[in-house]
Structures are given as structure tokens and as C-alpha cells.
């Protein structure tokens, strides 16, 4: 799913950003993270639902938090969608398309830069991914406003 198709998804979109620092311009890795993320909360909210993307600092750690109000995966489910070619199940994949290839690149893409990232679900309330970037990818939050000047 690309911008163009994340924009056209009749789903609620908010953002809200507390102080943080930014990724170092040109990390197109981390970027395709974010699409993959925010592709999948678009394509899983169904019509009327709310996607939401936070941008924080925690510790010294800038988090992203990409939080939907989507179908939601069942706990025993939470890891097999990190794996390459996998789906929930069949019902799913017949609605939604995908190569089962986006969460296993993402995670990937997250841990080779040397950060982590945490999925949390529920069945019929929605999922929250947060993905924790180390220091060496950020410019932080007291020298964006320099780099911003």
C-alpha cells in the first residue's frame, strides 16, 4: 500500500509528536518502516475506525507508536506475523492483500538498525506497534530546534 492508497482509506488519521528528536535525514529504512506500519493500520481499520502515529522520547530512546482501531490479532498470533509469508489466516488474507513479507521486513529493517519493536493486540479493539530507535538515529529533541534554524 502506498501514500496515495493510505490517503484514499476512509479511516480517521491523527498524529501528535511530545518533544522528540528526529531521524537522521536520509535513513530511508526507517521511513519504509513507518509506511509499512501505518500501510498496515490503514488496510486492517475498517471504514470509520481511527489510525493514530506518536513521535515521543522515552528515556533515550525515541519511540514511534503507530495505534489502529483495526481487526486486532489473538496473542498466539502476535509473532507468526512477524515471520516471512505469514498471515492470521485464510479469511483474512482473502480479504486483505499482501505477500505476508511487510511486518518480517519491518521487524528486520528495526533490529539491524539496533532498535527493537513491540506489537500489542487485541481481537475486535485494534493493535498498537511501537518501535524503539536508538540514540545514533536520531538528532534529539535539543538539537532539532538547531538543525531546524
Known amino acids: 500500500m502506498h501514500r496515495a492508497q493510505i490517503a484514499a482509506r476512509p479511516a480517521h488519521l491523527r498524529g501528535s509528536r511530545s518533544r522528540a528528536g528526529r531521524v537522521r535525514q536520509g535513513d530511508?529504512?526507517?521511513?519504509?518502516?513507518?509506511?509499512?506500519?501505518?500501510?498496515?493500520?490503514?488496510?486492517?481499520?475498517?471504514?470509520?475506525?481511527a489510525v493514530s502515529l506518536e513521535l515521543a522520547m522515552r528515556g533515550s530512546f525515541l519511540e514511534f507508536a503507530i495505534a489502529d482501531t483495526g481487526i486486532g490479532i489473538a496473542k498466539e498470533h502476535i509473532e507468526a506475523v512477524f515471520e516471512p509469508f505469514r498471515q492470521v489466516d485464510a479469511s483474512i488474507r482473502r480479504r486483505h492483500e499482501g505477500t505476508g513479507l511487510g511486518l518480517a521486513i519491518t521487524k528486520r529493517l528495526v533490529e539491524l538498525h539496533g532498535g527493537k519493536i513491540v506489537l500489542e493486540s487485541e481481537p475486535g479493539i485494534g493493535t498498537?506497534?511501537?518501535?524503539?530507535?536508538?540514540?545514533?538515529?536520531?538528532?534529539g529533541a535539543a538539537q532539532s530546534s538547531e538543525v531546524a534554524a
Open 128 to 139: 498498537t506497534v511501537r518501535v524503539k530507535l536508538p540514540p545514533a538515529l536520531y538528532v
Open 28 to 49: 530511508r529504512a526507517i521511513r519504509q518502516v513507518a509506511l509499512n506500519l501505518l500501510a498496515n493500520a490503514v488496510k486492517f481499520t475498517p471504514r470509520g475506525g
